[in-house]
């Protein structure tokens, strides 16, 4: 491993760890993809392919997430939210009381673009669950960083995670994945989210960023924080990634996905805070339909996790089929 690779620097389409391949093909090819290098056994807290990081958490307890809001001020061009609508306080709070998961996740849209989001995190708080929020990081306001730290973090160690969506490491490939020219205004949030809650960095890769992971990694290293990395799903807005009318804007190919699987094993061998599902026995229904990697584990869906999204609507997973 040299330098460049250790400091998260590495030639264009090329993850140590693996063949390169030429692409040759406008679609993605839909073969089986060999769940190799399995060098780590499932974590609970990290291995489910949801959009916030404990996916199938507390020991396979069933899980709640919560789309609150369709609002957003991001335009991510993979974005699987088709769904309209907003829930009420009342409607989320009576949600968190009747479902019996220990943990709450909240997400978009925006979740902090929620009048009554403050409220619905207090109020989830005083239940005794935890909470986890899934952000791009770009509007939050003073009133989080007055909630008690009774709420923040109690004694027994539970409270609020924080996930903050970063699809890339700069600027301007920032603006072209979001629509929206706030990255430093992003970083500046991230430095204090960082000091005042349990927070990660969580990126969705494709075809536009899959070049940008070292660069992420060693971004998520300056900011003193955990790496995890998902694959981007055709649904919603992302259908158009399964096309592959363009090499900018498409899913990995299996060749690529192995490319990837390959750095991240050794960039975790070494040490370094990054995680995804593709280094962990794949327990996601969503990885085995979409990129054809076997399920050797129980789905959060058979573990009771439910999802709601912002129009109201109950449903066992957020990326359990086409929109």
């Known amino acids: 491993m040299t330098n460049d690779e250790m400091n998260g620097i590495m030639d264009k389409d090329q993850f140590p760890g693996a063949s390169t391949t030429t692409r040759t ?8 993809v060999a769940n190799q290098g399995n060098l780590y056994k499932p974590d609970r807290s990290i291995t489910a392919q949801g959009h916030m990081p404990t996916g199938q958490s507390h020991g ?20 699987y939210q088709t769904r309209k609508g907003q829930l009420s306080l ?29 409220k619905m995190i207090r109020g989830i708080r005083d239940m005794g669950k935890d909470v986890h929020i899934a952000t791009n990081g770009s509007v939050i306001p003073r009133s989080f960083y007055k909630l008690s730290q009774q709420a923040r973090r109690d004694s027994d160690g539970n409270g609020i995670d924080v996930q903050v969506s970063m699809h890339a ?10 629509g929206v020219d706030d990255f430093d205004v992003i970083q500046r949030n991230i430095k204090q989210l ?11 890769i494709y075809s536009r960023n899959k070049d940008a992971v070292p ?3 060693a971004l998520a290293e300056r900011l003193g924080l955990p790496l995890r990395i998902n694959l981007v799903f055709p649904i919603g807005k992302g259908k158009s990634i399964e096309t592959g009318q363009s090499e900018e804007v498409s899913m990995l190919w299996p060749s690529e996905v192995d490319r990837l699987r390959g750095y991240l094993l050794e ?12 280094i962990h026995d794949n327990v996601c229904t969503a990885l085995e339909r979409y990129y054809s990697m076997p399920k050797t584990g129980k789905c959060p869906m058979v573990c009771g ?19």
């Open 25 to 32: 093909q406008t679609t993605y090819n839909h073969s089986s």
């Open 60 to 79: 396979g307890n069933a899980v709640l997430t919560i789309d609150i809001t369709s609002a957003c001020n991001h335009a991510c061009e993979f974005c």
């Open 90 to 118: 009342s409607t989320v709070l009576d949600l968190a009381r009747k479902h019996t998961a220990e943990t709450v996740e909240l997400g978009g849209g925006e979740p902090f673009l929620h009048p009554d989001f403050i």
């Open 169 to 178: 490491p700069e600027a301007g490939l920032h603006k072209t994945i979001t």
């Open 194 to 204: 960082r000091d005042n809650y349990q927070t990660s960095l969580s990126a969705n």
């Open 215 to 217: 660069d992420l990694l």
């Open 267 to 278: 960039q975790r061998a070494l040490g370094r805070k990054v995680d995804s599902p593709l």
């Open 305 to 323: 996790k439910r999802y709601i999204s912002p129009d109201g609507k109950t449903h066992k997973c957020e990326f359990g089929g086409s929109r």
